[in-house]
């Protein structure tokens, strides 16, 4: 079968490889479609836990195509889509009900076999229907999950007012999920005026204009518009510098969630004292594990939206045209990998 392998960080090629098979309790998949996400780059560079070789992708839609002789729930042809984060089950974390803290945790195009191929394999347990979505929005299933989980950790008070520094896809899934999860009124800053678009067109309250040059001046709009700052403060843009104005921007009892990919070496400085006298809580939110189904109903009623989120489409064969157009192309939202 046709699949991206890296040799190495920053070295792939489109290469024929033996298609996998299914062990007895595993689903055999036929890729339809994957989504590439911001972890991907981090992953080109050997970042994100990658393990070499490796076959990249992770937010991926496709098709029973086979399955082992203990695989129940499934049928032949059935539309999947797979939870890439596959935990140990053995340790005091997954004994404990917390899988995510995993430390043995393996992610599918991480450090496991992923999806910019014809195929892959899964346990099954990790394969959820998504029979009857459109591909195009099935493909969401993981960053929706990411998203959800993203809404566990902050915990909104109903009535909160919320900040969302990032409007690339799975913060828009983030900032729609407060909207609809009892927020009062949510805000999204980001640099791109096109991002900012869709995001009032799914939904969001208010718009800001993030300069990156000048983010003094956008923290002062900020401070305006809001009346000095917000409930819940998400910093999902993956910039130490935007983080560094995460605590100041926070309401007194408020909420910072840590949402978007850093460098690991990133630093971000905030006052103890005033997160102690305020009693500020930050919060980290990695990945997801146990919120595949709550994304598939949300995207499944329509409550969760995806429209215009896809930009570009690219085959197998221009993965690395893929991966420079979202590097680069400032009109790239979403860009999907078709097989
Ligand atoms: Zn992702
Ligand atoms: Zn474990």
């Given at each position: ?8 960080p ?32 981090h992953i080109?560079e050997g970042n994100f836990f990658a ?210 990919v850093?460098q690991p ?75």
């Amino acid at each position: 079968m046709k699949a991206v392998l890296y040799d190495a960080p920053r070295s792939f090629a489109v290469h024929d490889v033996p298609r996998p098979s299914p062990g007895p309790g595993d689903i055999l998949v036929k890729v339809l479609q994957s989504g590439i996400c911001g972890t991907d780059l981090h992953i080109h560079e050997g970042n994100f836990f990658a393990e070499f070789p490796l076959i990249p992708g992770h937010e991926v839609v496709g098709t029973v195509e086979a399955a082992g002789s203990e695989v129940e729930g499934f049928v032949s042809g059935e539309a999947v889509a797979v939870n890439p984060n596959i935990n140990c089950r053995h340790c005091e974390y997954c004994r404990s009900g917390r899988a995510l803290l995993c430390p043995n945790l393996k992610g599918m195009g991480t450090n496991w076999p992923g999806s910019f191929a014809e195929y892959l394999t899964v346990p099954y347990q990790f394969a959820y229907s998504v029979e009857g979505i459109d591909p195009d929005v099935a493909v969401f299933t993981e960053p929706a999950a990411c998203a959800m989980h993203g809404l566990e950790s902050l915990g909104p008070r109903p009535g909160s007012t919320a900040l969302i520094f990032g409007a690339g896809p799975t913060g828009l899934l983030l900032a729609q999920l407060l909207v609809h999860g009892g927020a009062a009124h949510v805000t999204v800053a980001a640099p791109t005026e096109f991002k900012l678009d869709r995001a009032r067109a799914l939904g969001v309250d208010e718009t800001v204009l993030l300069d990156r040059e000048d983010l003094g001046a956008t923290v002062r709009k900020l401070r305006e518009i809001s009346g000095g700052g917000f409930d819940l403060v998400v910093e999902a843009t993956g910039s130490a510098l935007v983080g560094e104005q995460c605590v100041p921007l926070t309401l007194n009892g408020g909420t910072v969630l840590v949402f978007g990919v850093t460098q690991p070496s990133d630093r971000v400085s905030f006052s103890p004292y005033d997160v102690f006298r305020r009693e500020i809580t930050i919060r980290g939110s990695f990945a997801e594990i146990n919120s595949f189904a709550a994304a598939i109903r949300a995207l499944r009623s329509g409550r969760l939206r995806t429209t215009g989120l896809i930009t570009h489409r690219f085959t197998l064969d221009d993965y690395g045209q893929a991966l420079k157009t979202l590097q680069t192309d400032k009109s790239a939202h979403k860009i999907v990998v078709t097989v």
